[in-house]
């Protein structure tokens, strides 16, 4: 039997305004990085989608080298589009990205026209698409002029192949230049995708400024800690798990005693609001305003369905902010 969406689906979810866009994102949107590759049945995924879309989220993130392997992500994705979404893509936001290693030779990662407008068009075949909504600079290149890398972004939007474009793990000096050559251009930067959680909050020593100041959409990913800021690692590191497995940035070295202390702290406040753990580190990047929307990652339907719940309740008292900085800086 086809897929026939939720027809509720919209009046669960928040929608931001990103910027001073007129693009609106979920609050929830939902990222492919680790488990949309050959690492899993297509069925999973299928079914994840399926849930993510019947619940408002609309926008579904990627990126070129995502999988593994690199490339198979958006493969993926791009045959459960074509059988179970054809009729929805005008209610889908689609981003990718390209900036780290797909191919072999110099044109095969970083930042030059070369490399970003042939990853897109090999992430449009695979996507069986037209266009993306948003496209990445996914990290800035060191070794190429930021006018060359803006430039090129600028050039897929006028050649249609992507609706808007962003930038990804760029510091706040950077980000501010590529913000102003962008909008010098005409195209300008509608939305950041930088790593920030409770764990990693480098984000906040100016590039959110620089966000609201310059109306730039901010969606932060790895809001969980590649699953520290979950309650998996509270009793041990599971047999399944990426630490385990040796799968993922999330290595057995960062999980400290002291590092541990902190997340059962974090756990035990959560459970005083009502909300596991993850769903307290979601609703605690979402409190602040100049966020559009946070990437949560989910390998299972019900992991998503869990996660979506922390729109329930994304108000801090000062009392629960105050605790939750003092158990940060020990």
Not at 123 to 146: A, N
Not at 157 to 170: D, E, F, H, P, T
Not at 222 to 233: F, I, R
């Amino acid at each position: 039997m086809p897929y026939q969406p939720n027809p509720t689906r919209y009046s669960s979810m928040q929608y931001r305004r990103c910027g001073r866009s007129g693009l609106k994102l979920p609050a929830v949107s939902l990222g492919l990085w680790h488990n949309f590759g050959d690492v899993d049945v297509l069925q999973n995924f299928r079914a994840t989608l399926h849930r993510a879309f019947d619940s408002g989220v609309t926008h579904f993130d990627l990126a070129n080298n995502y999988g593994p392997p690199p490339g198979s992500a958006e493969t993926n994705f791009g045959r459960i589009l074509k059988e179970d979404f054809r009729g929805y893509r005008d209610e889908l936001i689609i981003s990718t990205k390209a900036g780290y290693h797909m191919w072999e030779g110099p044109y095969g990662e970083w930042g030059s026209r070369k490399y970003l407008i042939s990853s897109l068009d090999q992430s449009l075949k695979r996507m069986k698409l037209e266009y993306v909504d948003i496209f990445y600079s996914h990290r800035p290149d060191p070794d190429t002029p930021l006018e060359e890398t803006m430039g090129a972004l600028d050039q897929v939007v006028r050649q249609g192949k992507a609706l808007y474009v962003g930038i990804s793990n760029y510091q706040p000096q950077e980000a501010a230049e590529a913000m102003r050559i962008l909008r010098e251009l005409g195209t300008p930067c509608l939305i950041h995708q930088p790593k920030y959680s409770m764990f990693e909050r480098w984000v906040e020593d100016g590039l959110l400024d620089l966000l609201g100041e310059e109306g730039v959409g901010c969606i932060p990913f790895s809001p969980l800690a590649q699953g520290l800021l979950t309650d998996k690692y509270l009793h041990g590191i599971p047999e399944d798990s990426r630490v385990a497995k040796g799968v993922g940035f999330l290595t057995e070295n960062q999980l400290t005693p002291e590092r541990l202390n902190q997340v059962q702290q974090l756990n035990s406040l959560a459970q005083e609001r009502g909300q596991s753990l993850a769903q307290m580190a979601l609703s605690w990047i979402l409190r602040d305003e100049r966020v559009t929307s946070v990437l949560i990652g989910a390998s299972k339907p019900d992991q998503l369905s869990d996660s979506l719940r922390c729109l329930d309740n994304l108000q801090f008292s000062a009392e629960e902010l105050a605790r939750i900085e003092d158990v940060l800086k020990k």
